[in-house]
């Protein structure tokens, strides 16, 4: 395992997985089946990765019902190395809980949970945040289109809903990334960023993903590109319910963000294949 001998920063493991990673995911999914006893998973999984969320994670829990779309459901919150009691919270609202031993980032605590839901045979993965912005009463229209095989990627969209976020540069960088992503894809998209997504469990293993953040550009670009129907619904983004933004500023976030567009771009274009037919 390698050493870190101050705290890693933000912008240390922003674009790249450090070097632990891996083996921190490991150890933590050996630990998690170990509780799970080989129970395997329901239809629907919501996976939420969450860092220092105890006062905001509880009331989202609680809001997620037990079937969507006539699907069971069961909820599973990565706990991305919290120094608060995210997990003990997660726990007592009902939640299977995997916890991180330390920091990994967002992306890469989302694929620990993608590859529990995989490896425990759930059909499909919807995705929010721990800090209440993404209402779970969106998700039975998204997980609609996918039990009914219209789409394989459903994304939440606050551009085709509205957003109570005032932050007008956040705002218009939702809309200049989805542009952008939509002129180098050709699949016309109006929110690349949404933490609102509901997909087939099988595309989380098929699309690569490396981003240790940024992540939700990597996985609709190579979506996109490896053929996946993509689709959207109108979704509300409310503001935090509680807690701070675990973010970068602004800019520094923008220039990340577009950074990883572009790199996912280069890569996966070579890879393209034909829009599925159903
Ligand atoms: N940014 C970030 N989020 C993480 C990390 N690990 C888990 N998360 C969770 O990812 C979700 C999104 O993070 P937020 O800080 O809310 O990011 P955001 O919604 O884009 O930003 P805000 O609008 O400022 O809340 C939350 O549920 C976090 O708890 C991490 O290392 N960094
Ligand atoms: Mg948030």
Known sequence: MAEFPEPRTTAQRSLSETADTPAIVDAAIAKFRLQQQGQTAAPLTVVIAALDEAPSIAAVLDEIPDRIAGLAVDVLVIDDGST??????????????????????????????????????????????????????????????????????????????????????????????????????????????????????????????????????????????????????????RTRSAGTSKKGRNLGYGLRYTRVILRTWRRERRHRVAPRSG
């Open 84 to 237: 608060d009691a995210t997990a003990e919270v997660a726990r007592s609202h009902g939640a299977l809980v995997c916890r991180l031993s330390s920091n990994c980032g967002h992306g890469a605590a989302l694929r620990a949970g993608y590859r529990i839901v995989r490896e425990n045979q759930g059909q499909y993965i919807a995705t929010l945040d721990a800090d209440g912005q993404w209402d779970p009463a969106d998700l039975p229209a998204m997980v609609s289109k996918l039990a009914a095989n219209e789409a394989d990627f459903v994304i939440g969209s606050r551009q085709l809903g509205r957003t109570e976020n005032t932050d007008a540069l956040r705002n218009l960088g939702v809309r200049v990334f989805a542009r952008l992503i939509s002129l180098l894809t050709g699949t016309k998209i109006t929110d690349s960023s949404s933490g609102l997504r509901a997909m087939r469990a099988e595309l989380t293993g098929t699309v690569r993903q490396t981003q240790p953040q940024y992540q939700t550009s990597e996985l609709l670009i190579g979506a996109i590109f490896a053929g996946y129907r993509i689709a959207e619904v109108p979704t509300v983004m």
